[in-house]
């Protein structure tokens, strides 16, 4: 009985860092972006994608592969940004914006730009 209580004492801290543990895994592993169809061409989302990353001061372009519909980015050391374009119909684009911090996910950072480039095409 007693080595039941003394394993239980000493196990006792365990089990919320265990817990704990999940519970950070299952956040790295959820949705960092935002994304959704625009409808316009190619070129035009293209150039809007970079110029607002462009005019981030604190923004470092890491890659910009038009070809490829790739902009990787740096904000401030801090926040890795990937803009990703892929061309479904000459005048129908998908842009999915993801952002992470830390390997964190960063869904309202993703939201801000997603909506800064959708708003400078107008």
């Known amino acids: 009985m007693r080595l039941f209580f003394l394993t239980f004492f000493l196990l006792a ?18 949705n960092d972006s935002a994304s959704g169809y625009v409808n316009t ?9 970079y110029m607002a990353i462009k005019s981030n001061p604190h923004t470092e372009i890491i890659e910009a592969n ?11 050391g801090n926040i ?18 993801c952002a992470r911090k830390y390997l964190l996910p960063q869904p309202h950072y993703a939201q801000k730009i ?7 095409l107008e």
């Open 66 to 76: 038009e070809s490829k519909g790739r902009i990787k980015a740096n904000v401030s």
């Open 114 to 120: 997603f909506f800064k480039i959708v708003r400078d």
């Open 80 to 97: 890795d940004l990937v803009i990703k374009i892929n061309s479904l119909l000459e005048r129908k684009q998908y842009l999915k914006v």
């Open 13 to 30: 801290g365990c089990t919320p860092l265990i817990l704990g543990t999940g519970v950070v895994a299952g956040y790295m592993l959820s």
């Open 41 to 49: 061409d190619y070129r035009s989302l293209w150039d809007s994608a």
